[in-house]
C-alpha cells in the first residue's frame, strides 16, 4: 500500500505543478499565494496518509483510500472530457501521461486500500 501511494504522489505532484502552469487555480478565483499554499496542503497529505499507513493504522488506509478515488475522480472528471477535445492538450504526451498515471495509481490505491482496510477489520 505505501508503494502504491508513493507511486500516486509521484504522478499527483508534477500533475499539481502543472495545473499551477496552465491557470488551474486562476479557474478558481486562487491568488498565487492561496494556490501555493493549497499546494503545500496537498503535498502534506499524501505524505501524512503514507506514514498513517506505515504505522499499520486505519486512519491510513482510509485516508488513502480517499485521495486515490478523490484524485482519480478529479483526473476523470476534470481533465479527461479537456483530453479528448480537438486540438493539443497542455504540454502534450507528458501531461496526458500524468493524468493517466494518477488516474490509474488513484485507482490502484483505493483497491489496496478496501483491501487493507477489510484485512484490518478482519
Not at 503535498?43 to 493504522?57: E, G, H
Not at 479537456?82 to 488516474?103: D, H, K, N, T, V
Request: proline share 5%.
Amino acid at each position: 500500500m505505501v508503494f502504491t501511494a508513493l507511486v500516486m504522489s509521484a504522478f499527483a505532484i508534477p500533475h499539481l505543478i502543472d495545473d499551477f502552469l496552465f491557470g488551474i487555480p486562476e479557474e478558481f478565483g486562487l491568488t498565487n499565494q492561496s494556490s501555493q499554499a493549497l499546494g503545500g496542503i496537498f503535498t502534506f497529505i499524501p505524505i501524512l496518509s503514507i506514514v498513517l499507513a506505515a504505522r499499520n493504522l486505519k486512519a491510513g488506509y482510509y485516508a488513502c483510500l480517499s485521495l486515490g478515488l478523490f484524485l482519480a475522480l478529479a483526473g476523470i472528471l476534470k481533465h479527461i472530457p479537456r483530453m479528448i477535445a480537438p486540438g493539443p492538450y497542455w504540454s502534450g504526451w507528458f501531461s496526458e501521461f500524468l493524468i493517466y498515471g494518477l488516474i490509474a495509481s488513484g485507482l490502484i490505491l483505493a483497491g489496496v486500500s478496501i483491501s487493507a482496510i477489510r484485512k484490518y477489520e478482519a
